[in-house]
């Protein structure tokens, strides 16, 4: 489907001269703007508006039920000095981008199987998404009990097989939490890279492979010399989508951690909530937000030129 | 391509897609074994955790009799439908303007939206809390209804305008030359032309709601107003995790709509989703 990209408008000079009417509807601007209207509407009141209010906030002491007063950066310089806060930015380092070589790499098996004549295919494919597809604080509900100290499978089984002694706290050790939390993360991921994956294989035209094994390349040397290239925009596009994502993600570590043991597994919007709806600091909780926004314009930023490039 | 016998058909393609398949799914078995179990079951540490022993609907009874859990799905359900209409609504006439016409602004307005649809919601939960005080509006569903299409607008628009896109000029152009108006031509021509792209965002729209957790969190404190996701989080766990049935039956419960929409127009979805893989 090649209509993604930002097309240039070609205006059909025959047509706008003759169709300018006097109708306000069929004058092409009005009607425009008019249709711009109820999202810009929606978009302003409910995104723009409460992006600078955030800002605002952010550089001031306002705490919930209490007005605040202009602080300046005092806020921003607080959390630089603040250890729980340094822990929530690398956490957030690993849960964004650390996991992204790992569920592209799984997501591209998945695609490789996929891309195969299997039987099922069809609703295997819908199965196999539903990690993607499911409410994430639901199915990580299922991860929390598999996690759990007195009720795991996971510890029951390696139990039954003499691999331990007694259960593993897997939630209640900082090393554990966090590997815990990035592989539920990673789990949710491999649909969404599999089958993104799984569209670049399928749009490699079949060619490229029988000319290639022609000439004597073997199966590896194909996928890396043929296929790769072939994927390497989507692969490129599905990393940065899914870092964007998860950076600002809360709902998964709200349910398994909540930013615990001991405020070790934060994330920056587990922590801002923590500090905002439990702590009432509003203002703080704003700046904690705030330090996102940086990193998420590099990356969208980043993202954008790519895809007008690839365009 | 895969040239070789069955055996190494196999070998190759079925044994790791039963692993990937185990891998992917066993969460949702391990909900649906721990729901249909009695709580004494669950308890009791030396049965096999992985099978259901004896098989029992008290969890879901429960749910229904001493929980919320109806007037949860009806509020997820009334702000999922609600909202994806308005969302697709304004995403069909933005999305048209952006691939037809010409206005002040059009340009900048693409890239526009786009970046708009990499802001999240954990970038502006805190001021929105206040914005939503300030209208009066906490513990309504209109709470949810207007905040969400600020997340699903950008993304509809771009793959509807993407599929106007494909529509030929000519036919439009044809028709404004036969006197239609703008408008007529839009409900008339593009729409009827557009149904998969209009059912792919809509499917889009509608999973984004009712899988959010962030604004519904806050924004719906009192226990009837909740959505499930909320709902089962917080009101289900309160009791010391001693509700693991009901716990999980309510996760399953509240997970089976998506999965049931999905699988009917998987198709769509996995073309919307794609497109916006594929081209951006």
């Known amino acids: 489907m090649g209509t993604f990209g930002i097309r240039k408008k070609i205006t059909f000079k025959m047509n706008s001269g003759s169709i300018q009417s006097e109708n306000f509807l069929d004058r092409e601007s009005s009607l425009g703007v008019l249709l711009m209207l109820p999202g810009l ?82 609703p295997i494919r819908a199965f196999v998404m539903l990690p993607w597809i499911v409410p994430t604080a639901l199915s990580s509900l299922g991860w929390f009990m598999i996690f759990d100290p007195v009720f795991s499978p996971i510890s029951w089984l390696m139990i039954e097989m003499g691999l331990i002694e007694s259960n593993v706290n897997f939630l209640g050790d900082q090393i554990l939490a966090v590997t815990a939390i990035c592989w539920v993360n990673i789990w949710r991921g491999i649909p969404f890279f599999g089958i993104s994956i799984l569209a670049g294989l399928q749009a490699v035209p079949p060619e490229l492979h029988e000319q290639a094994a022609i000439d004597g390349a073997n199966k590896f040397q194909r996928f890396v010399n043929v296929t790769l ?69 590099f990356f969208s930023i980043f993202l954008l030129r790519y895809m007008r490039k690839t365009a | 391509m895969m040239v070789g016998s069955d055996k190494q058909k196999t070998l190759q393609i079925y044994i790791p897609l039963v692993v990937y398949t185990l891998l992917l799914l066993f969460p949702f078995y391990w909900m649906g074994v721990v729901s249909f179990k009695p709580t004494s079951d669950i308890f009791d540490l030396d ?13 879901y009874l429960y749910l229904f009799e001493n929980t919320e859990f109806a007037s949860w799905m009806w509020n997820t359900m009334v702000i999922s439908i609600v909202s994806t209409a308005l969302s ?15 206005f002040p602004g059009s340009d900048f307005m693409g890239i526009g939206i786009f970046l708009v649809y990499l802001v999240p919601p954990t970038l502006l939960f805190i001021p929105m809390a206040q914005v939503i005080g300030t209208l009066n509006l906490f513990n309504t569903h209109w709470a949810l209804i207007l905040t969400y299409p600020t997340q699903l607008i950008p993304f509809a628009s771009w793959l509807l ?17 036969d006197g239609c108006s703008r408008i007529q031509i839009l409900i008339r021509i593009v729409l009827p032309l557009s149904v998969p792209g209009i059912l792919s965002a809509t499917i889009f729209c509608f999973t984004l709601c009712w899988n959010e957790f962030l604004y519904a969190l806050i924004f ?61």
């Open chain 1, 41 to 122: 509407i929606l978009l302003l009141v409910f995104l723009a508006y409460p992006f600078f209010l955030g800002i605002w906030l952010s550089l001031t002491d306002t705490r919930i039920g209490m007005p605040g007063e202009f602080i300046g950066l005092w806020n921003y310089t607080d959390l630089l000095e603040d250890d729980i806060f340094h822990q929530t930015a690398w956490n957030t380092m690993i849960y964004a981008v650390v996991t992204v070589p790992f569920k592209a790499l799984m997501g591209l098996g998945l695609a490789l199987i996929l891309n195969n004549k299997i039987r099922f295919s069809n």
């Open chain 1, 229 to 297: 290239p072939q994927i390497k925009g989507i692969l490129m596009i599905t990393s940065l989508l899914s870092i964007i994502w998860t950076f600002a993600d809360f709902q998964l570590i709200y349910v398994l951690t909540k930013g615990g043991p001991a405020n070790q597994t934060h994330i920056f919007g587990t922590y801002a909530y923590q500090i905002g709806l439990f702590g009432t600091e509003i203002g703080m909780a704003a700046a904690i937000t705030l330090y996102m926004f940086p990193i998420l314009a």
């Open chain 2, 47 to 59: 049965l096999n955790p992985f099978w259901v022993q004896r098989f029992t609907l008290e969890n």
């Open chain 2, 88 to 102: 697709i609504f304004c995403s069909i006439c933005i999305g048209y303007a952006l691939a037809r016409l010409k």
């Open chain 2, 161 to 177: 305008m993407g599929y106007f896109l494909t529509i030929p000029k000519e036919i439009e152009e044809s028709a404004l030359m």
């Open chain 2, 220 to 280: 719906m404190s009192s226990g009837d107003m909740k959505t499930i996701p909320v709902g089962t989080v917080s009101d289900l766990i309160k009791a010391d995790t001693l509700f693991w049935g009901s716990l999980m039956a309510s996760a399953l419960l509240g997970s089976v709509p998506v999965a049931f929409i999905y699988s009917f127009f998987v198709k769509y979805y996995v073309s919307g989703l794609t497109a916006s893989a594929v081209k951006g």
